[in-house]
């Protein structure tokens, strides 16, 4: 497969430097058909709202089919991501008889099976990429938008649970994509509302959070996270920072995979996506698919960046290398995705399956915090 960045191609050029989160609604609409017809995205990321949530299991089943037949037609290109955020607990997409798991703090010993379980169940829903493990380390019990969704409260809790996790996925042909780098777990802010500033000092930074995602290097794709780590890099979130993805990820801790942002359609990030500056420090900071989900955001703000993209690259204020770094990478992880058939799994396999850990709470809505995570 052969991408390049020739601007006489307009949107498409730089279009497959985007995910594109789905309206709300298990049909594709019409804006969505225009942005994925236009633009041949990487690939999309679908949410609880695209499943038909309150029907049988082949009636949802097949609309689902056809919902990603109808993005593929749009996109006219075989490799396509096909992503999709399921961690347990409240972050959790599609309807029953998908295994409802609980959140990951509940099922640390059983990590790998989980996982396992996770990637068949994903698989047949045509899945190629989840975006989990939550590598981040849980250290501050006021934090509001990690808790139970990482393994733990130190790096020695995370890594060997988040590893046995992502292995289990992979190994059924979906690829995992551990978040949130630089590491979320130290925030008193939720990044989807504010932006978190974290006052750390650079060598717990580097004992805690980095410790954890050192181990992840060999990852084919890392999330990043809308924060600010003061010490490191003052002011700058880390999805803008160039030394926080080039000279930390990837010089640092090696790393030679795909960045992907968290959605920039979160309040953390979205108020500055206006300003042509923020597209280029995003794409000279190294960071490869840029995330924009429709919950948050007009996901048509892409088109802007686009544009902003352009007019950097004819400029010289876009790094040229850099860009033709990303596209390489980009271009590497299409070509080697798998593709899977949307299929039904028997009663048994979901008897096997619920057996394996803890359930999510019957008192817990089935939505809690499902349809905005990332």
Known sequence: MNLSFDLARGPASFGHRFLIGLQQGPVLGDKDKRLLSSLKPAGVVLFRANFLADAPYEEWLGSHAKLLSDVRECIERE??????DHEGGGVLRPPAPITPFAYAREWPGQAG???????????????????????DVNSNPANPVIGQRSFGTTPQD????????????????????????????????DSHYSLPVID?????????????FRHFNDARMIMTAHIVISQIDPGV???????????????????????????????????????????????????????MCAYWADTEVILRMIDFMSAGLKAGTIEEHTLEQSFARVSALLSGLPNHEVEALDDDCFERHASLAPLRSRSLPANHGGATKI
């Not at 068949?120 to 899945?127: A, K, P």
């Not at 780098?181 to 008193?188: I, N």
């Not at 750390?200 to 954890?212: G, T």
């Open 79 to 84: 490799e396509v991501i096909v992503s999709i």
């Open 113 to 135: 099976d989980v996982g396992k379980a996770m990637g068949v169940e994903l698989r047949s829903l045509g899945f190629n990429v989840n975006f989990a493990p939550v590598v």
């Open 158 to 189: 995370v890594v060997p649970a988040a590893r046995a996790f992502l292995d289990g996925l992979q190994a059924e042909g979906v690829l995992g994509c551990p978040k949130h780098f630089p590491g979320h777990g130290d925030t008193a802010v």
């Open 200 to 212: 750390v000092d650079p060598a717990m930074f580097r004992q805690r959070e980095l410790e954890a």
């Open 237 to 291: 979130p880390a999805t803008m920072s160039k030394v926080i993805l080039q000279d930390i990820l990837r010089q640092e801790l090696g790393y030679g995979g795909v960045v992907v942002s968290d959605d920039l359609g979160m309040k953390a990030i979205s108020d500055r996506l206006d300003r042509p500056e923020t597209t280029v420090q995003i794409v000279n900071a190294g960071c490869d698919l840029l995330c």
